[in-house]
């Protein structure tokens, strides 16, 4: 069964750009979540998605956007980068009612 | 709000020495708890978990119990290998909620 994917592993953007980030779970899993790992905040929820639905929001800024397709795979959008976004970016899965979450290998953005 | 503390790494042990990494929670209700591990370059995995009062998780030779009297799922590993070394993060989830929340981490070093 393959695990939770995300792509790209790596990007580099300029201050006041936009980015997209890709998650595709595992098969089944309709429950997508983001999360935002850096060395001074650790990890912080961003957001879920259920069914194309987004269930549950963290405290960041408008400018951290998200969304979920019918086949579960989802995106999540920032825009107008600030350096402060720089950071790995954590999709996790789950199964409805499954207790664990598994995560992908993270995008690591760098914004300059 | 809920949250997690664990004990402030680094910490360094030689091969086959015992492991404890402390883990405290603060919560309403009656979350599960998880441990999840991050090697280098990598996402997070998980670990083990527990879902209720007096519940002993294992995998791969670690074991914590979730103390409810205590608030606590202290991470215990009688022997540790070199490949041990990762970061290692207790985490719970709010039944009802699809947020998890993470202590800070514990950055673990086995030397042989």
């Known amino acids: 069964k393959a695990g939770v994917t995300q792509t790209p592993r790596y990007l580099i953007k300029t201050r006041g750009q936009q980015v997209t980030l890709s998650c595709s779970p595992i098969s089944g899993h309709r429950s997508v979540s983001w999360y935002q790992q850096t060395p001074g905040q650790g990890l912080q929820f961003l957001f879920e998605?259920?069914?194309?639905?987004?269930?549950n929001k963290g405290n960041f800024p408008g400018r951290f956007s998200g969304r979920q397709f019918s086949n579960s795979r989802s995106e999540m959008n920032v825009s107008t980068l600030e350096l402060g976004d720089s950071a790995l970016y954590l999709c996790a899965s789950r199964e409805a009612g499954g207790e664990g979450y598994t995560f992908g290998s993270g995008t690591r953005l760098t914004v300059v | 709000g809920d949250s997690v503390t664990q004990m402030e790494g680094p910490v360094t042990l030689s091969e086959e020495a015992f492991l404890t990494i402390n883990c405290t929670y603060t919560?309403?209700?009656?979350?599960?708890l998880f441990w999840y591990v991050q090697y280098p370059g990598e996402g997070l995995q998980l670990l083990l978990k527990?879902?209720?009062?007096?519940d002993k998780g294992s995998n791969k030779g670690f074991e914590a119990t979730y103390r409810k009297e205590t608030t606590s799922f202290h991470l215990e590993k009688g022997s540790v290998q070199v490949s041990d070394s990762a970061v290692y993060f207790c985490a719970l989830n709010q039944g009802g909620s699809e947020k998890l929340v993470f202590g800070k981490g514990t950055k673990l070093t086995v030397n042989p």
């Open positions: 919560a309403t209700g009656y979350p599960s």
């Open positions: 527990a879902t209720k009062a007096d």
């Open positions: 998605y259920f069914s194309e639905t987004q269930r």
